[in-house]
Every structure is written in structure tokens, then in C-alpha cells.
């Protein structure tokens, strides 16, 4: 039987080279690990793309972020300045001549006219007769208003709240006890409540009708009112107004802006 010796065995083959030995203490062969660690030439150009491409990601984050912070609130405040100088007519109607009118002929008189019109009334709201109905603007279609009004007035952008407000007003009419409309619309060129007040008198028919009185309501609405004759009937008639901002919470419409309302009741 033969024996191999302990160098002729595949650990002694394989075994550790030691440089150093301090008594019982062996230590390895280290100079590997102290060359310099240097790339392969041809990892230098995949390298350079990374660092390229890395770059090019950084560069697109910013700009998305500068353009999100700065660019985009910018250019909606230009659409919204421009929305709101563009040339649309509220066509503000005198309520006296729809007093002593049925609902159907009311509709019929906003459609005769050449209104493009957007129903609001929920079911069961008039009970004894009226209705809610807006009068959108001449370059609104009957699409877009639908699509806004079902997401809310309050829940628009300045951008699409100032394109629908700009031009348009909301007629509602009870017949609960007696006959009460109310006509409401966004003022964007008054400035000021009594401004607001003023020019709603002015192109709603009640210039010549006395003011018998005149304040601030507990709502925080400033008011004038008084009576005026029509279709030999006294109506009783008030126009009242507040910023839009105490209405609507909508971010990025001018603070000038008014809410107004024009009411007329037999």
C-alpha cells in the first residue's frame, strides 16, 4: 500500500502562499490587493454614456420641475387674462319683462333670443313652478358647460372657471307664495362692489328706479334696493354684491372679481 505525501496532496497544490512568518504566525501574500485599480480601456466609453445618459435624466428632471413650479402656474394665468378679455356679451335682461311670464315662456324668450342655454333645476326643487337655468357664453358649447357644471363650479381651474364665468349668468326662478327671480353673474371689469352694483343697475333696467334702501347684509353682501313699476305691477327689486373669492375658492382669479346678484320679486 502506498502512502502520497502531505506535498504531493491537492490542498498543498492549492494552499495559500505566505511571504511572512513571525513565529507561529503566517501572513499572506497581500501584493494583489495594493496594484492600482485601473478600468479595462474599453469600459471607459460604456462609462462615458452612463455619465451622458445620467446627466440628460438630471437635466429633464429640472427643467420638469422648473417648468411645474414657474412655467405652468405662468402660462395659466396668461390663458386666464385672456379669457377674461376677450369680447363675449352678458346680455343682462331686464326682469321686469319676464315677471308675468309662465316658465315655458321664459325658456322660450332666452331661446328666441339666440342664447345658448344650460338647465340647472333638480328634480323636485320648484314644486309650485320655477326653474334654474344659465346662460352660458357665445363661445361655450353646450358640451363644455356640461362637463364643468357636472364637476362643479368650485372644483374648476381659474383657466376654465374665468372661459365660463366670463359672459354668463344664472336666472332662477320660485313661485313658491309669490313670484321670485334672481339673476347671478361674475363681474371681472367692475373692480369694486359699489362699482359692481352700479353697472348691474345700470344694464339691468333700474337706473331710473329709486333706491329706498341701502347696507350690508349678515351675509357680508352690500346692498341697494328699492320698487319699480312695470306692466302696471310694483316689483320690488335689490341688487347686492360680493367678491367672487367669498364664493367660489378658486386659485388664480383676480381679486377684483365680483359676484352680483340682481333680484326682483312681485
Do not use: C
Not at 347684509?217 to 334696493?225: C, E, K, L, V
Not at 335689490?238 to 377684483?256: F, N
Amino acid at each position: 500500500m502506498t502512502t502520497d505525501s502531505f506535498e504531493d496532496t491537492p490542498y498543498h497544490k492549492h494552499a495559500p502562499e505566505f511571504t511572512d512568518v513571525e513565529g507561529s504566525v503566517k501572513y499572506m501574500d497581500g501584493s494583489s490587493l495594493a496594484r492600482p485599480f485601473d478600468l479595462p480601456r474599453k469600459s471607459y466609453a460604456l462609462v462615458g454614456i452612463f455619465i451622458i445618459v445620467a446627466a440628460l435624466i438630471g437635466a429633464f428632471m429640472f427643467m420638469k420641475y422648473y417648468d411645474g413650479v414657474y412655467g405652468a402656474p405662468a402660462r395659466a394665468q396668461q390663458t386666464v387674462a385672456s379669457n377674461l378679455a376677450r369680447e363675449v356679451n352678458y346680455d343682462i335682461p331686464n326682469l321686469t319683462t319676464y315677471m308675468e311670464s309662465t316658465d315655458d315662456a321664459i325658456k322660450q324668450a332666452l331661446v328666441d333670443a339666440g342664447y345658448t342655454t344650460y338647465e340647472t333645476t333638480k328634480e323636485g326643487e320648484y314644486p309650485d313652478g320655477g326653474f334654474d337655468i344659465v346662460k352660458l357664453p357665445s363661445d361655450v358649447t353646450l358640451a363644455e358647460a356640461g362637463v364643468m357644471y357636472a364637476s362643479g363650479i368650485s372644483s374648476l381651474s381659474a383657466t376654465d372657471a374665468s372661459r365660463l364665468l366670463k359672459g354668463s349668468w344664472t336666472l332662477s326662478v320660485n313661485r313658491s307664495g309669490t313670484t321670485d327671480m334672481k339673476l347671478k353673474f361674475a363681474d371681472f371689469s367692475s373692480g369694486g362692489v359699489d362699482a359692481a352694483i352700479q353697472n348691474a343697475i345700470n344694464v339691468s333696467g333700474l337706473a331710473e328706479a329709486p333706491v329706498v334702501d341701502s347696507g350690508t347684509d349678515n351675509a357680508g353682501n352690500t346692498y341697494r334696493s328699492g320698487t319699480v313699476e312695470a306692466n302696471g305691477t310694483t316689483y320690488n327689486w335689490r341688487v347686492s354684491a360680493i367678491p367672487l373669492s367669498s364664493v367660489y375658492k378658486i386659485k388664480g382669479l383676480p381679486d377684483t372679481a365680483i359676484y352680483v346678484g340682481i333680484r326682483m320679486t312681485k
